[in-house]
């Protein structure tokens, strides 16, 4: 029998909805999650040192049971190394733009995020460092990089599930549902999960 999968890493550019899903892996798999991002930056988007964000992440990546979600190239051998999973959110760029435009004017719009500790603000969305030059920007460089990282493994992990669309990741989230269903994984996990 092939152990439950506890070591999980979900990628995609900025807007692809990583937290969402990675959230939704930890519901299931009652695994504890963190986004890179609530390490890479203090209050109103200061960034960690890099030294404090690497020893952070791997602190986390050398524990047995975690759900990691982001992008960060500083510590991705760390995260890619210990991941016996690697969810790739690998959306077209239009999709991921129409998202991160939807959220982020909603956000605005309703304050819904005010609370947090890097609330949206309206410079992010226009300003020298708008979120969405940077999906812009980032989308095609990333996916590059995650092919290089993908065909650089050696063996067969960490596993990749590569969804190229939000349909594609929904089926096989709703698959992993009803398969931990009827008997979730002793000790938490997922329970042996193919991309």
Request: overall charge positive.
């Amino acid at each position: 029998m092939t152990e439950p999968v506890r070591r999980i890493l979900v990628v995609g550019t900025t807007g692809s909805g990583k937290t969402t899903v990675a959230g939704e892996l930890a519901r299931l798999g009652g695994l504890p999650h963190t986004e890179l991002d609530t390490l890479r930056y203090e209050r109103d988007w200061r960034e960690v040192a890099t030294t404090d964000f690497c020893e952070q992440v791997a602190a986390i990546a050398a524990t047995n049971a975690w759900i990691i979600d982001g992008n960060y190239a500083a510590v991705r051998q760390l995260t890619w190394s210990r991941a016996q999973l690697v969810v790739w959110l690998d959306y077209p760029l239009p999709v991921i733009f129409r998202r991160l435009l939807r959220r982020t004017l909603r956000r605005l719009a309703t304050r819904s995020n005010a609370e947090a500790r890097n609330p949206e603000r309206l410079g992010r969305l226009f300003g020298r460092r708008s979120i969405l030059l940077w999906a812009l920007r980032s989308h095609a460089p990333l996916r590059q990089e995650y092919e290089l990282a993908a065909a650089a493994r050696t063996g067969d992990l960490p596993r990749i599930a590569r969804h190229r669309s939000a349909a594609e990741t929904d089926r096989w989230l709703r698959g992993l549902a009803a398969d931990l269903a009827g008997a979730p994984p002793p000790g938490g996990g997922i329970g042996p999960a193919d991309g």
